[in-house]
């Protein structure tokens, strides 16, 4: 009797039905993953009336760029905007600062109570001051109704800097000792040497500021009642939510004139939706080089 061999690649070869259903595991979560996007996008373009009715689902219905038209000419639209590209610049700018200055230090042998500061560092995380009190700090500090009121409070990430220091201690001690005996002090070696090694975390820093503070409107409700100062999120959100017309204060002709312009203030939200989110989506392209490295050895425990 000839007993039957087991195949010893039977494993790596693995099974066509697993693979057919892994796949289609993957494409429903990308799917359901990518069209809201894509509802967004074709409602944005489609009739106002058809997206009024909800009669769009799979494909744009009565083509119509009227709510971009509008959107272009909006200059409230792009005051916010450029409101938005000051905030963005100088939180990322000084949220890749403050993590790199408040990890270096961390990573020195030498420092005492290293530790301590480390494990101090982690009760922000955990708990945190809330609302009111730091409603009264920006108050007390003089920033309320200013663009620091939204740039200064959200430049120091604890996160950001525990994931900084973790990368910096991959790189070697020779590199650092090499320096020193060069002559280097601590400042050149962390600007001359470490940062310019740095690249790929600072890209995933940097991607995770330009994110977060391109989607970020609460502070700017709390903080800015100066509609000048707003962020473009907060004209967005004053568009999608604040919004209302009352029809049953108006003449025949003021509620047709009404009906046709909440019809095209429907189709509107969709469209400010796209416009404000194309550019972040249009940035990660740019970071995508260091970002998953720097994700990956960011990661690493020490």
């Not at 693979?19 to 894509?38: E, V």
């Not at 996008?41 to 997206?51: C, G, L, R």
């Not at 799979?58 to 509008?70: A, D, M, Q, T, V």
């Not at 042998?109 to 009190?133: D, E, F």
Request: net charge positive; proline share 5%.
């Amino acid at each position: 009797m000839v007993s039957a061999r087991r195949n010893p690649n039977k494993i790596r070869e693995g099974s066509i039905i697993v693979d057919i259903i892994l796949y289609a595991i993957a494409f429903i979560i990308c799917l359901i993953t990518l069209y809201p996007f894509y509802f967004v996008i074709i409602m944005s373009i489609s009739s106002p009336q058809e997206v009024a009715a909800m009669n769009v689902f799979w494909y744009p219905k009565g083509f119509n760029l009227g709510s971009y038209e509008l959107i272009v000419k909006d200059a409230k639209m792009w005051w916010a905007y450029s409101n938005t590209l000051i905030y963005v610049s100088a939180g990322t700018l000084l949220n890749c600062l403050m993590a790199v200055l408040g990890a270096y230090p961390l990573t020195v042998r030498n420092l005492k109570g290293r530790k301590w500061v480390v494990a101090y560092l982690l009760i922000p995380m955990y708990i945190g001051g809330g609302l009111i009190p730091s409603y009264l700090l920006v108050n007390k500090l003089g920033l309320y109704n200013t663009m620091f009121a939204v740039i200064i409070p959200g430049m120091v990430s604890i996160w950001n800097i525990i994931l900084v220091r973790t990368f910096f201690t991959t790189i070697p001690d020779g590199l650092k000792e090499s320096a020193f005996i060069d002559g280097a002090s601590h400042l050149q070696l962390l600007f001359k040497i470490i940062i310019p090694i740095s690249k790929p975390i600072l890209a995933v820093i940097a991607i995770y500021s330009i994110v977060g503070i391109w989607n970020s409107w609460f502070d700017a409700l709390v903080y800015l009642p100066n509609e000048k100062l707003h962020p473009l999120q907060m004209y967005l959100y004053r568009v999608v939510v604040q919004q209302s017309v009352d029809l049953k204060m108006l003449s025949l002709d003021d509620a047709k004139n009404a009906v046709a312009t909440m019809l095209s203030n429907i189709q509107l939200k969709y469209a400010i939706i796209v416009f404000t989110t194309l550019p972040v989506i249009f940035t990660y392209p740019f970071f995508q080089k260091y970002f998953i490295k720097g994700a990956l050895l960011g990661s690493l425990k020490e």
